[in-house]
Every structure is written in C-alpha cells, then in structure tokens.
C-alpha cells in the first residue's frame, strides 16, 4: 500500500510538472511591474530552476516530515483545506454508499429468487439504465424537476451562511440520489449474480430440506455467503464511486475534495492538487483495505493470523 | 423447463440486444447524415446567428435553437460524429493495450505477471476521474511536442483518445490474462511448446484467435464507459473544445441555461444516455451468445 501511494506521489508530481505555467509565471501575469530578473531570481528561490526529478526529491523530504505546503488559491496550509474537504467529501460519500448499498440488497436478492421472470427482467433494465445515464446530466435532470420546475429542492448544496442542521440536510438531498442512482445499479447486479449463485449451492438445498422457511433461508444462510464477492467488487469499485462523487460535487458546487481538486487543478494550485489527489488515493486504499478486514467478520474461515498474503 | 421455454427465454435475452442494435445503427445512420440533414433543413449548424436564439420546435429547427441560434438537431448529429468516433477509437486503442498486458502476463507468469496485475488492480481501484482531469490539462509542450501540433484546432480529439486508452484498459487486460491462464494449460498448447514453436507464435496463432469472443465482449462493454468518460471530460471544458459539437461539451452552457432553455440539457444528454445504455446492452447479450456457461452471470 505504502508501495502504492509511493509510485502516485510520483506520478502525480511529474504530471502536475507537465501542466502548464508554474506559480511564478503566475506571478508574472498578475504583476506587471516583475521584471524577468526578479522572475529568475524568484524561481531560483522556490526551487523552480531545477529539474523536475530535483523538485521532486525536496518536495518528498518535506512531506515525510509533514510539511505539504499551502495551498495558493485559499493562502493556508494545505491540510487544512484538506481536512474540511474530505468531511464534506465522506458525509456525502457515505450516505449515498448506505443508501444504495440498502437498496441494492434486497433488489438484488429479489431478482436472484425470481430469476428470468418480468420481475428479474425489469430489474436488469433498471440496473442497466442506472449504470449508462451519465451522472453530470442526472444532475442536471434532477435539479431541473426539483429545483426549477417543483422549486422544493435548492439546486445549490452550499447553503450560504450559517444554516441549521436542516437546510443542510435538505442541500444534501439532490447530490445523495444522484450519486447513489449512478451506483445503485452496478450494486444490484453484483447481488443478483452472487446470491443466485449461492441459491444453488448445496447447504442451501440442506437448508429447505430441515424445514426452514423461504426467507429463514435466504436471508439467513443466503445472504450473509453471498457477501463475499459482493464485498470484494464493491471496495473494487470504490474509486469509481469516488470518481462519481467528484462529478456530483462540481454539479451541486459541494465543497468537498472533489470540486477541491478540480477548482486546485483548474486554478494551478499545485500544492492541493497533488496532496488532493494523494489524500484521494489513500482513503480509496484505506477503503479496500477495510473491505479486506471485513471477509473475517463475513466469513469466519478467514483468518489473517494463519494466512501471511 | 420445457425445450420451448428456453428459446423463449433465449429470444428475450437477445430481443433486448437487438433492438439496441437497431437504436445504434440509428444513430450511426443519424450521425453520418450530419451534412446531409444540415442540406435539408438549409442551416448552417456552425454560424452564429444571434436573432435566432433559443426558438421553439419549428419545421425549420425540428429541436429549435441553441443560446448562439445554431440548429440543435444538426450539432446533435455533428456532436454524434465526435461522440462515437472518440468512443470506438478508444475501446480499440484500449483493448489493444488491454490484450497485449493480458497475453504477456498471463502466458509468462511469474514476476512479470505479477508486476503487471498489480498495476491492474491499482489502476482499477484509483479514484480515475482526477487523474483524468489532470491529463487533460496537461501542456503538450512540456512533454516536448512542437508548438504547431500542441496547439492545432484537432489537438483535443486526439489528446481524449489517448487519455481515455490510456485508463480504458483494465478490463480486457484482466479478461483476456484469465482466459490466457486456462488456456495456456490445454494439451494442444503443451504439445506446440514441445515442438519447440516460440512463445511468439504460439500466443499469435494458438491463443489469440481463441480470445476473440471475450475481447469483443469486453471491448463493447468498454465503448459505453468510455463515452461516459469523454462526455465527462467534455462537458467540464477539458475534452472536445468548442466550436467543435460533442454531446458532452453541449451541455457544459445548457447548465447554465437551464431556465432559460431546458430541451438544451435535456437531448443531448439523453442521446449519450441512449447510446451507453444500448452498447452495454449489447455487449450482455454477447456475452450470453457467445459463451452458454455464462448464463449465471
């Protein structure tokens, strides 16, 4: 994981390089008075001079001692802006993750039972659709009912000033179904294949026969094995739903680590780009790495302690 | 289950994709008929015409106008040019890249396997859109490419379909490395390495063929995504530059207009809606022809 974050810090210094203009060159352009002599002098200052690889070098030995520099476009230092960020970025994360999760379960699970029935068939339908519409335009025909033409739902998730906890609340309406809608389906169908796949395993058969009831079984002795496999491609598909939720925070300008990084990329901001994105990839690995913990809770025969993977 | 049941059963199944394939040859057919709708309907879908603005359905703008009082349904056709195009090239150049890592790593094995899976599964569990974006605006002249090209009018064509490969192919590489892994251990393999056939041939003339199937299931599955990614990109600003119609690039104005005209957010979006839906569609109901054991899915 180390190894991971590692190669990305990497990857996404010599990427933000690329990009064009540095902040002196910004500088330049927001002073005209800098004569080139004090742009040189200026770059040879902030390291710009030196080669990326240099840069890069200084850059890792002051963040592993915790100094990831400031952020221009909001004058602080970086973690700071950060922090507030991913909060935002984790609330709106995680109740769009719970709802979709609780609503693909039991879909899913009703699909498995009426397998290639109307029932199945309208359910794949739905699954597809959620997975094709593209999120930013579901946004867009969200705020269109609810905004402009209901007038119920702000189409804005920043309420201005201080606001009570239902204001907020309300804000968060429109991003939540958005982003659970693009996910809900992927979800569902994972369900269905894995608890269909169970259904027809032999403890299951074993089950019915020692007189259990159809939802004693299913969601008993069902659900909790088809689990596994849903768990694995679900904290797979993590950084998709993060890619998702960056979507949602620029369309409903929730100020979360998503609109950061793309306010910090498209306002060179270097500094909060790459510490962003790197803050990004660690919490998708921390992610993974939970998903990976919770196999001993789903399933005792997984034990970490004997296995050394 | 009766003999005819299951044909029924079949028949729906594949009755969904083929109606999505006639819904795609529609649009196919609707996107090369650009100039030709454009003729008909006697509008110039690139002039600006400022009098023009935001008029309703007519027999003149059978979808009305846009915030520059171009013709909608003509820069809709033009935007499917973009659209498509960007979407196949893509899905190829990614299934390409995607087969290459999956032969390679599958039929070697060991650290190289290793090595090239790993980053497989990196590269499938980062957050991508980010990265993408900080793909997109990277400046082409850092990375020593000439002035001329870096800032030719095409540039932001070419520049989304190598992004997009560029993250597009994880999925065939997993695929395609699976199928190498079973295969690899079938006697008519064995029997070609005691031959003494090379690695080379081997993977071109025994393995290759027998991944088609998976690759183009994949592949199609792939076209769908990446329109969503090349949408995205576009309609953040960072992809098809205007004047350039994308159907992603379209809606970056509509949502500022959106009380003013909403049918400009509403078409375009539904057509990349229409399209991504039919393709995944298309590639499930290949998925389930082409291999009968997949019926569990």
Known sequence: ?309 | MTRAQLFIKRMMLHRVAVVCAGILSLLFLFALSAPILEMILNTDASKVNLFTRYQPFSLEHPLGTDELGRDLLVRLAYGGRVSLLVGFTAAIIAAAIGTLIGLVAGYFGGWLDTLLMRTTDSVIALPLLPLLIVLAVIDLEKLGIPASIANHQDIGLYRIIVIVSLVGWTGVARLVRGSVLSLRERPYITAARAMGVPAKRIILTHILPALTSPITVATTLSVGNIILFESILSFLGLGINPPTPSWGNMLTNAQELIWEAPTLAFFPGMLIFVTVLAFNFIGDGLQDALSPRSKKR
Not at chain 1, 5 to 24: E, T
Not at chain 1, 100 to 118: D, E, F, K, N, Q
Not at chain 1, 215 to 240: C, E, F, K, Y
């Open chain 1, 1 to 309: 994981m180390l190894t991971v974050i590692f190669v990305m810090s990497f990857v996404c210094y010599m990427l933000l390089g690329l990009m064009p203009g540095d902040p002196v060159d910004l500088l330049i352009s927001a002073d005209p008075k800098l004569t080139s002599e004090d742009a040189a002098r200026l770059k040879a200052l902030y390291g710009l001079d030196q080669p990326l690889l240099n840069r890069y070098l200084n850059w890792l030995t002051a963040a592993v001692q915790g100094d990831f520099g400031y952020s221009r476009l909001y004058a602080k230092p970086v973690l700071e802006v950060l922090w507030g960020a991913l909060e935002r970025t984790l609330v709106l994360m995680s109740i769009a993750f719970l709802l979709s999760v609780l609503l693909a379960i039991p879909t899913g699970m009703l699909a498995a039972r009426r397998i290639h029935t109307p029932t199945d068939y309208s359910i794949n339908f739905l699954c597809f659709a959620g997975i094709s519409i593209p999120s930013f335009w579901l946004a867009l025909m969200l705020i269109l009912l609810f905004s402009v033409i209901l007038g119920w739902l702000p189409a804005n998730a920043t309420p201005l000033g201080q606001v009570g906890f239902f204001q907020k609340a309300q804000a968060l309406i429109l991003p939540v179904i958005t982003l659970s809608m693009v996910s809900i389906g992927g979800v569902t169908r994972y369900v269905r294949s894995s608890m269909y796949e169970t259904l027809h395993q032999d403890y299951i058969t074993t089950a019915y026969a020692k007189g259990l009831s159809e939802s004693q079984v299913v969601w008993r002795h069902g659900l909790r094995n088809s689990m596994i496999p849903v768990v694995t491609i679900l904290s797979l598909d993590l950084g998709a739903f993060f890619s998702g939720a960056v979507i949602v925070e620029i369309m409903f300008a929730y100020p979360g680590m998503g609109k950061m990084l793309f306010d910090a990329i498209n306002g060179s901001d270097y500094n909060l780009a790459l510490v962003g994105l790197l803050l990004a990839t660690l919490v998708t690995l921390l992610a993974n790495f939970l998903a990976d913990v919770s196999y001993v809770g789903l399933d005792p025969r997984i034990s970490y302690q004997e296995q050394s993977k």
